[in-house]
């Protein structure tokens, strides 16, 4: 049996709304990160999920298109529906967009509107500038006026402008793995701003789930390929922010490699110390403040995780949660500062960090349904 009796479609957002649950929808439900929200969202304890759309499984409970949530009650009885979105915003009252970029604006502006508060997880409103976003993503952007009125979801960061925020512009995978680390030491002044090189490497399902010829199985597995160089589209939210938290302009050195497993991304970072390693216990006395400085920046982020002693990060401890975790060595011999990030492309690089925002906008506890 299903959780709660099933009032009229006009009337059930506000119906869950006096039950003390938010009402919550997704549009582009059937898609990776979609599924993940849906994982999500089905066991919030303080969230109903209300819709869900697809175009191609329109009409299909959710239980007939993702069979692993079939244990679920809420599962087999709602409906994929189609993205309307008039339609989604009778249903609920914060809608998440895990649709291709391009399309989640087109929804964004009648959600808003319609007096929803939009999550959305594509790259439409990371930027601040629509000049950038047509530079990197080659298309006018469907509405510019939205851009100043996103606030870019990276909790850590920007928690108080999310939780006042009516759009929210979840970051991409890429750009969370390398900002956590990277923001503290350019706030502090620790690490030069210049000659910054980032090497990523992340499993398919970064693609999303569309059938392309680089993703087959047989073109994946068993081989490792950079690609998107020497321009990937990530660079522009990216140098956006750290230049934010630099106070000057930040230009980066980013290498994304497609690696065959199906979800995580590793992250290191190679940056110049701003300091000068002179006398013997220079690289200590550094050392201490980049420990001090992560310290007083995550002091107690539920999903950031500081290793210590010997420990790195590695993607099989974080898949399935929304935990970042970081660590970092300074190398003697180069003088360089190597900083390591792991974390599940589609949790804290997608629809984790999608669901902490949620959290932040309903004043819920940040880590409801989450841990
Ligand atoms: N995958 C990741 O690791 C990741 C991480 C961070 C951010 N993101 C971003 O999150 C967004 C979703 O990514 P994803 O990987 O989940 O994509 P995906 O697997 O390709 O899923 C896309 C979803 O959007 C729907 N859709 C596609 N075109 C549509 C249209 N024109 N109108 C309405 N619905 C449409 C699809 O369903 P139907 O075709 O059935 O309608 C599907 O449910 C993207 O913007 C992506 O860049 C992804």
């Given at each position: 049996m299903d959780r709660f009796p099933n009032p009229a479609a006009s009337t059930r957002r506000g119906f869950f709304a006096t039950m003390n649950l938010k009402p919550v929808a997704i549009?582009?439900?059937?898609g990776y990160s979609g599924e993940e929200l849906v994982r999500l969202l089905l066991s919030h304890?303080?969230?109903?999920?209300t819709a869900v759309t697809s175009r191609q499984y329109a009409g299909r409970t959710l239980a007939q298109v993702l069979?692993?949530?079939?244990?679920?009650p809420r599962a087999r009885t709602l409906r994929f529906s189609e993205p309307k979105a008039e339609l989604v915003a009778k249903e609920a009252q914060v809608i998440f967009l895990a649709l291709p970029h391009g399309v989640a604006a087109e929804f964004a502006l009648p959600l808003l509107k319609l007096g929803c508060q939009v999550i959305d997880l594509?790259?439409?409103?990371?930027?601040?500038s629509a000049a950038v976003y047509k530079d990197f993503y080659?298309?006018?952007?469907?509405?510019?006026?939205l851009l100043a009125q996103?606030?870019?979801?990276l909790p850590e960061v920007y928690r108080d402008q999310i939780k006042s925020a009516s759009l929210i512009a979840c970051p991409g995978c890429y750009p969370t793995s390398i900002l956590l680390p990277a923001i503290p030491l350019l706030r502090a002044g620790l690490?030069?701003?210049?000659?910054i090189i980032a090497d990523s490497l992340s499993g398919v399902s970064g693609a999303g789930r569309k059938a392309e010829l680089d993703y087959l199985f047989v073109e994946c597995n068993e081989s490792l390929r950079p690609y998107?160089?020497?321009?990937?589209?990530?660079l522009s939210e990216i140098e956006q922010e750290l230049s934010l938290a630099a106070g000057t302009q930040v230009t980066l050195q980013f290498t994304p490699h497609l690696v065959p497993v199906n979800r995580g991304i590793l992250t290191t970072l190679y940056l110049a110390p701003?300091?000068?390693?002179?006398?013997?216990?220079d690289l200590a006395e550094f050392g201490k403040k980049v420990a001090a400085c992560y310290q007083a920046a995550?002091?107690?982020?539920?999903?950031?995780r500081l290793l210590e002693g010997q420990a790195l990060p590695d993607t099989k401890n974080v898949l399935g949660t929304n935990v970042l975790e970081l660590a970092w060595r300074l190398d003697p011999r180069t003088g360089r500062l190597i900083v390591m990030s792991a974390q599940d492309n589609l949790l804290k690089g997608a629809s984790g960090q999608a669901v902490q925002s949620l959290n932040l906008i309903c004043g819920f506890p940040e880590t409801a349904g989450l841990l």
């Open positions: 549009i582009g439900a059937s304890p303080r969230v109903q999920l069979p692993k949530f079939a244990h679920h594509s790259a439409d409103f990371r930027l601040k080659e298309r006018e952007h469907p509405a510019p006026a996103a606030v870019y979801g690490v030069r701003p210049g000659g998107g160089l020497p321009r990937h589209r990530h701003n300091a000068r390693f002179e006398q013997p216990d995550y002091p107690d982020e539920p999903f950031v």
